[in-house]
């Protein structure tokens, strides 16, 4: 694989649409920076963890379009499922012919940012929308950090150090080969 595009900001959230949201359109547009993608990765929902309870996120919508995907629907994106539902459809209207693959929220010991409920109701909320339209979810929970080794692999018990990131794109290119 070669990196087209990294459109990622420390603190960055998948709700809202500040200017480092993922639902911002000048993020998603830069993932093309370098030109048509095949497969986007999307690894949010940490930071939102920040913001809100994501065991209270939210409704999915459930009711797809019947037709192809034309425009954006509304969704709630001050709430987790409405904004990554969201993020989903402007990535897929944005590049309709890359493979989207979305990774789960990874385990934290730093419950002012995300608790293990968090992480467990925000990966079953991303899992759905996933299977819904059709992305790919990997679960990075499976990478080899766990709450156990987690301040290993992290370099504040939240964002992956060296060590953590070469375990998750391990996984990652394991789980696309």
Same mark, same amino acid.
């Given at each position: 694989?070669?990196?087209?595009?990294?459109?990622?900001?420390?603190?960055?959230?998948?709700?809202?649409?500040?200017?480092?949201?993922?639902?911002?359109?000048?993020? +998603?547009?830069?993932?093309?920076?370098?030109? /048509?993608?095949?497969?986007?990765?999307?690894?949010?929902?940490?930071?939102?963890?920040?913001?809100?309870?994501?065991?209270?996120?939210?409704?999915?919508?459930?009711? @797809?379009?019947?037709?192809?995907?034309?425009?954006?629907?509304?969704?709630?994106?001050?709430?987790?499922?409405?904004?990554?539902? !969201?993020?989903?459809?402007?990535?897929?209207? !944005?590049?309709?012919?890359?493979? +989207?693959?979305?990774?789960?929220?990874?385990?934290?010991?730093?419950?002012?940012?995300?608790?293990?409920?968090? /992480? +467990?109701?925000?990966?079953?909320?991303?899992?759905?929308?996933?299977?819904?339209?059709?992305?790919?979810?990997?679960? +990075?929970?499976?990478?080899?950090?766990?709450?156990?080794?987690?301040?290993?692999?992290?370099?504040?018990?939240?964002?992956?150090?060296?060590?953590?990131?070469?375990?998750?794109?391990?996984?990652?290119?394991?789980? @696309?080969?």
């Amino acid at each position: 694989m070669v990196l087209g595009q990294n459109a990622s900001y420390a603190g960055s959230t998948v709700q809202s649409d500040t200017s480092h949201s993922h639902l911002n359109n000048d993020n +998603i547009t830069a993932l093309g920076a370098n030109g /048509v993608p095949d497969i986007i990765i999307i690894q949010g929902g940490t930071n939102d963890g920040n913001f809100e309870d994501l065991t209270a996120n939210g409704t999915i919508t459930e009711t @797809l379009p019947t037709t192809p995907l034309t425009s954006q629907n509304s969704y709630d994106t001050t709430t987790f499922s409405g904004a990554y539902q !969201a993020l989903i459809e402007k990535v897929m209207l !944005a590049y309709p012919n890359a493979k +989207i693959c979305c990774l789960g929220v990874m385990w934290s010991n730093n419950t002012s940012y995300i608790t293990a409920s968090e /992480v +467990i109701s925000a990966n079953a909320i991303i899992e759905k929308l996933c299977k819904m339209y059709g992305c790919v979810f990997l679960d +990075i929970r499976q990478c080899g950090i766990n709450p156990v080794n987690v301040s290993a692999y992290t370099i504040d018990n939240l964002h992956p150090n060296a060590a953590g990131m070469e375990l998750i794109a391990n996984y990652i290119e394991k789980c @696309l080969a």
